[in-house]
């Protein structure tokens, strides 16, 4: 497709459950970027991928949270244990450019809901 | 020191008429300034960007402002349309460096016909 692609679009899970969202790419991109945007808030980031490599994973919350991208195109958020906090929308965002936040395209994002 | 404050909240503008958003950051290492647009159930499109080596640049109907000295920059909408009725996030980031993009709080802009 022409933009990032995130699935699926909506999650619920009970609390405990373990969840896996996927985002994949535009074609070629070296960076991508995780965000988690709680309502009415702005964009948090959470960690970064330079192709297959995990280069910053500082805003993960907890060791809970897990990401991945072996082949250096599609990406994996795993959450372990979800909780209530957990509850927001996951971003997804690849730029053709690396070591950079610049020109950023964003997938529509999966809006998880833990109950 | 990395936090980014965004005003106002919430905005109601008139068609015709100029939308003004506000941000002020504290670290002065930030040196890339976006202002992205989210409509409901998508993600934030990038909208107009600048660096801290001019004070304004403008891309259509929309202008960023940009106060080195105060540590502030402004998105200017001129000539506001309903379809421009949004949330609005300000961010700040290190170019060049794959440090996240630190986003606002956001402002959602609503202009009436």
């Known amino acids: 497709g022409a933009g990032v692609s995130q699935s699926p679009r909506y999650k619920v899970a009970k609390r405990g459950q373990d969840v896996a969202l996927r985002c994949d790419p535009i074609?070629?991109?070296?960076?991508l970027f995780w965000y988690q945007q709680a309502l009415g808030q702005g964009p948090e980031f959470l960690t970064y991928?330079?192709?297959?490599?995990?280069?910053?994973k500082s805003g993960l919350p907890s060791d809970r949270f897990f990401a991945e991208r072996p082949e250096g195109s599609v990406s994996t958020l795993k959450i372990q244990r979800t909780q209530q906090e957990d509850s927001a929308v996951y971003l997804c965002?690849?730029?053709?450019?690396?070591?950079?936040?610049?020109?950023?395209?964003f997938g529509s994002g999966t809006q998880l809901s833990v109950l | 020191q990395q936090q980014v404050k965004q005003s106002p909240q919430s905005l109601i503008v008139q068609k015709g008429g100029i939308s003004i958003i506000n941000c002020a950051y504290e670290?002065?290492?930030?040196?890339?300034f976006p202002w992205y647009q989210q409509f409901p159930g998508k993600g934030p499109a990038l909208l107009i960007a600048?660096?801290?080596?001019?004070s304004e640049k403008k891309e259509g109907r929309f202008t960023i402002s940009f106060n080195k000295s105060a540590k502030q920059f402004s998105l200017h909408i001129m000539d506001s349309q309903p379809g421009d009725s949004a949330t609005y996030f300000c961010?700040?980031?290190?170019?060049?460096?794959?440090?996240?993009?630190?986003f606002g709080t956001g402002t959602r802009l609503q202009v009436f016909p």
């Open positions: 965002a690849s730029s053709q450019y690396p070591a950079t936040n610049e020109k950023l395209f």
């Open positions: 074609s070629g991109h070296v960076s």
């Open positions: 991928f330079q192709n297959e490599a995990q280069l910053d």
């Open positions: 670290n002065t290492a930030f040196d890339y």
């Open positions: 600048i660096r801290p080596d001019v």
């Open positions: 961010a700040a980031s290190i170019w060049g460096n794959t440090d996240k993009l630190i």
